[in-house]
């Protein structure tokens, strides 16, 4: 097991010059080994840990300057939202938010102004497919970043360096860390250039996690692959559940035959994910309330990727800071509700939902 070094300084031999560890904030034992097992499960040559899978946000953000534009995908994590709107557009720096399924959008919205390109796929909560490989095509012809959100995905399912993105961006806190119990973020790149760019930031700025935090991401990536293949097993099939309920339309999981991204999930990722999210046929927030409050199997609370089914709603809880217009272009109604299965025995999990719909 790797030590968790709990320290804040490390001896040197002379005046300035150190064993490979200066301070915490800027190394970590415990942190390097987590970073480089990061970096790997990437295909990534170097990764940077930061305190939350915003802290990691903020410092990608960091690498732009006022005047500075991004183009975001419209359908993303109320978070990313916040950040990219309300702190950093008072610095200068604008976003765009459109459907990236269409590259021929992206194309006509990229200006000279535009240096960063943000991709959520599978999308929250809408769970859209977003082609990296195409979009990655457009922003390298136009010498633009991209950075990949892949939390939903994990790196045990899809590897968005592999298809040509610069930054892979992980709120380690979920699938990563998988207990529930730990809050972290990563950045992982190939370039060194820019893997240098990201550490000075990390060092300057920060926001880095405890070595308490990295050890027990580390515990998590362990199980990493049995978590996910159960919770893709179990959400395929409460997706098949869900979309044959009579209280139920509009289910939202990229692994049906119909769904407008299966192809491209079926070619980037290897299984279609934990996740689920689905509206209510009478579409309020009072019928989403009796079934958020009717469940005991599924744990009504924000986060994704633990072992323990959550069950949420993006309107009133993830995707709150998210004006309501903005929210429902993208479908995102008053009763949708998202599943973050995780690994109990899905029967169970079919029992309790059904027992939650019941009331309706």
């Known amino acids: 097991m790797t030590p968790i070094y709990q320290t804040s300084t490390y001896a040197q031999e002379s005046p300035g010059k150190h064993k490979g560890f200066e301070y915490a904030r800027t190394q970590n034992p415990t942190r390097s080994v987590l970073e480089k097992n990061l970096a790997a499960l990437e295909n990534g040559s170097h ?19 006022p005047g500075d534009e991004i183009i975001s995908t419209n359908d993303l994590y109320g978070g990313s939202y916040r950040q990219m ?23 006509k919205k990229i200006s000279k102004k535009t240096k960063l390109i943000w991709i959520e796929t599978p999308t ?40 040509g ?25 190939k370039d060194k250039e820019l893997a240098d760019q990201l550490y000075f930031l990390q060092n300057a700025v920060g926001a880095v996690p405890g070595p308490q935090d990295c050890f027990l991401i580390l515990r998590g990536i362990k199980t990493l692959h049995l978590r996910v293949e159960r919770s893709c097993k179990n959400a395929k099939k409460i997706a098949k559940f869900l979309q044959s309920h009579p209280k139920t339309k509009n289910v939202y999981y990229p692994g049906f035959k119909e769904h407008p ?21 009478r579409d309020t927030f009072e019928d989403a309330i009796k079934v958020l409050s009717g469940t005991s199997v599924f744990t009504l609370a924000e986060s994704l990727g633990g072992v323990e089914s959550l069950i949420g ?37 079919i029992e309790d939902l059904e027992k939650a719909l019941v009331n309706l």
């Not at 990764?47 to 300057?65: E, H, V, W, Y």
């Not at 299966?262 to 509206?279: C, L, P, R």
């Open 47 to 65: 990764a940077i840990c930061f305190g939350s899978g915003l802290a990691a946000m903020d410092a990608t953000m960091k690498l732009l300057n």
């Open 85 to 107: 709107v309300q702190i950093y557009q008072r610095y200068g720096i604008k976003s765009h938010f459109i459907d990236l399924r269409d590259v021929k959008k992206l194309e």
């Open 124 to 163: 929250n909560p809408m769970l859209n497919i977003v082609d990296i490989k195409a979009v990655c095509e457009v922003a390298k012809k136009h010498k633009i970043w991209t950075c990949v959100d892949n939390t939903f995905a994990s790196p045990y399912l899809q590897t968005p360096l592999d298809l």
């Open 165 to 189: 993105a610069d930054i892979v961006l992980h709120s380690a806190t979920k699938y990563l860390g998988g207990h529930s119990d730990v809050v972290l973020g990563a950045l992982i790149v």
């Open 261 to 281: 991204g299966h192809e491209i999930a079926k070619e980037q990722m290897n299984d279609y994910g934990g996740m689920v999210s689905f509206d209510l046929v």
């Open 313 to 349: 709603h993006p309107a009133s809880m993830t995707h709150a800071s998210i004006p309501r217009p903005e929210r429902i272009k993208v479908g995102l109604t008053d009763s949708l509700i998202r599943l973050s299965v995780g690994v109990e025995d899905v029967d169970d999990l």
